[in-house]
């Protein structure tokens, strides 16, 4: 993946819903119009080579169990995999500074996902084929149990190009050396191509003819591409005449991630199994609005060619694997328990200076399970199990009624580093909101419109997190509830607004999406992964997640509260409340 820092601001006052929303959408119409004409990144050389080591480290805001490296810069998770019962986290790393810059392949093992052990890069720029950098891509294990990376280098002309690289020891349980023969690349941009939006392979899938398959994501002028290759010994590859997959006007596409799921349950399937009982999904991350957008859809294996079920759209308004500070991601197949992991990486909202001063900047997300939903609609994600190791005091909470403007706090727990998880009960939907459908589209700005301030029939109702006592300062994550005219519409959201006493330094977003749920219960359901500047959360037991980053002043370490709140005329029940205080994860 290609990093660009975010350089265009819009800023909307809100006369009325109606014009806020038709304001919007000239606003994103002239922004994706700039920013394709703005295909350069920017880059800070004063600070690529800035060792962390001149800066005091500050743990001001560090995460104590998501994964981080000591210091520096980090992005995309490459190549994650399990191989003889090691999880291999490769990811994108600046050895040498806390921007984008000087890219290798990182590397760190583990037996659980959750404490990582890290080693000495894995790939790092040495040959023609890669000396301008050594850029995202995926592992395979081929038959025999033999792994293979696929990666993007950039050669001496700059131009990207795939290569591949091999363990030099199969029999170390670390795979900590790796070998990138001379017959490099594989796979280079040919005639007509971009050759600066040619970059990520894809883990490989074999089809019943003995050919291996990757894609790599590209553009042609503002449609995004999945390009397909073909290969039967993973040395030579042939691009197949047409992509395996494209959309128009969604620009270029980056960390694509192709494979199957399972109609029936929550196992995970072989990346190259093909079948009358599974479906296909398509992700991909947008380098026009760096958020991922993915598709639930069908493989035809004998004409090579994806076709998305018309149930989401194609495009920069479709589905969400987060609605939040979340890119990159990739997924693999773990055949140790049968289940399908995505790893994502989450960037800092502050400014490239801050990061050169605390001497850090990214960081990677829980491991999550990822399934297909019974509704066969969309996908549900639930961070892995093994994450609960980490769980230490308890607090439990049932039949606690929060009437409007009321604010309960939870106590008992770390509330800097938590895990909680809430259920609420909601006795009437009577009062919901109408809903207006122009709305549809635009959650985000939705969630802006109607905060947590603003009072709503069902809703706001959630918790505030990394709370300051007197709530000068707080990251809400909330439902509100509307009625629709078939039905009654969820909106989830994580807004950042009032999240730091730094607003002129920070990105403060407001995060949203709807949710696909059944309310004939009355009942909805959240988790929040609570970490110093990270907030996961998991709406209606994953089917909507949204990541949010966010840097306290004052709700710091022992000075950080939690609170469920509701600001509806309508009273909300906390029918059960679990929250564990987090133990830090082992990351030598």
Request: glycine share 6%; with cysteine.
């Amino acid at each position: 993946m290609l990093y660009k820092y975010p350089t265009f601001v819009v800023v909307i006052s809100f006369l009325s819903a109606m014009d806020s929303f038709k304001f919007f959408s000239l606003i994103l119409l002239v922004f994706s119009l700039w920013l394709t004409c703005n295909a350069s990144h920017h880059i800070f050389p004063e600070f690529q080579s800035l060792s962390a080591e001149v800066f005091q480290v500050k743990q001001f805001h560090r995460t104590g169990y998501h994964f981080q490296p000591p210091n520096n810069w980090i992005n995309d998770p490459t190549g994650p995999m399990q191989f003889n019962g090691i999880y291999h986290l490769f990811y994108q790393y600046n050895p040498k500074g806390a921007v984008w810059g000087n890219i290798v392949w990182a590397h760190a093992v583990s037996k659980d996902m959750i404490n990582w052990e890290s080693l000495d890069p894995a790939i790092y720029p040495t040959k023609p084929f890669d000396i301008n950098g050594c850029w995202s891509g995926s592992a395979t294990i081929l038959p025999g149990k033999k792994p293979v990376i696929l990666y993007t280098g950039v050669d001496t002309q700059n131009h990207q190009v795939q290569n591949y690289a091999i363990p030099a020891n199969h029999s170390d349980p670390y795979l900590r050396e790796w070998v990138k023969p001379d017959d490099n690349p594989i796979a280079a941009p040919g005639e007509g191509m971009n050759a600066s939006a040619f970059r990520d392979p894809t883990t490989a899938w074999k089809g019943k003819d003995g050919h291996w398959r990757i894609v790599v994501g590209s553009k042609r002028k503002h449609r995004g591409m999945a390009v397909l290759y073909r290969s039967r010994d993973f040395v030579h590859w042939i691009k197949a005449q047409h992509p395996l997959h494209s959309s128009a006007k969604t620009g270029m596409w980056e960390c694509p991630d192709f494979f199957p799921v399972s109609l029936h349950d929550k196992t995970g399937l072989d990346t190259s199994l093909v079948g009358a009982n599974l479906k296909h999904v398509m992700k991909v991350s947008l380098d026009v609005t760096r958020f991922e957008y993915y598709t639930i859809g069908t493989y035809n294996p004998k004409k090579d060619r994806y076709v998305p079920d018309n149930t989401s759209e194609d495009g920069w308004g479709g589905l969400r694997y987060d609605y939040g500070n979340y890119y990159a991601s990739k997924s693999f197949f773990d055949d140790a328990t049968n289940r399908r992991i995505l790893m994502g990486w989450s960037n800092e909202s502050d400014t490239p200076q801050n990061d050169v001063d605390k001497g850090w900047a990214g960081i990677q997300t829980i491991p999550r399970m990822l399934w297909l939903d019974s509704n066969m609609k969309q996908l549900v994600q639930w961070p892995i199990e093994e994450l609960e190791t980490l769980r230490g005091d308890k607090v439990e909470i049932s039949n606690q009624q929060i009437k409007k403007g009321e604010y309960f706090e939870v106590t008992g727990i770390t509330a800097a580093q938590a895990d909680v998880d809430v259920t609420f009960l909601l006795p009437s939907l009577d009062n919901a909101e109408q809903f207006d459908p122009s709305w549809v589209k635009n959650a985000e700005d939705l969630c802006g419109l109607k905060g947590t301030n603003v009072q709503g029939g069902v809703g706001p109702f959630g918790l505030l997190t990394l709370a300051s006592k007197y709530l000068e300062e707080y990251t809400p994550v909330f439902f509100r509830v509307f009625k629709a005219a078939q039905k009654h519409v969820v909106l989830m959201c994580s807004d950042a607004r009032s999240s730091s006493l730094k607003k002129s330094e920070l990105y403060t977003p407001s995060f949203a999406g709807f949710v696909n749920v059944d309310l004939a219960d009355g009942k909805l359901s959240l988790r929040s992964l609570i970490d110093h500047s990270i907030v996961e959360s998991f709406g209606a037991k994953g089917k909507t997640c949204i990541t949010s980053r966010v840097y306290p002043t004052l709700a710091v370490f022992n000075d950080a509260h939690l609170y469920a709140f509701n600001n509806g005329t309508e009273t909300v029940t906390i029918e059960s409340l679990n929250a564990w205080s987090m133990k830090n994860a082992q990351l030598k």
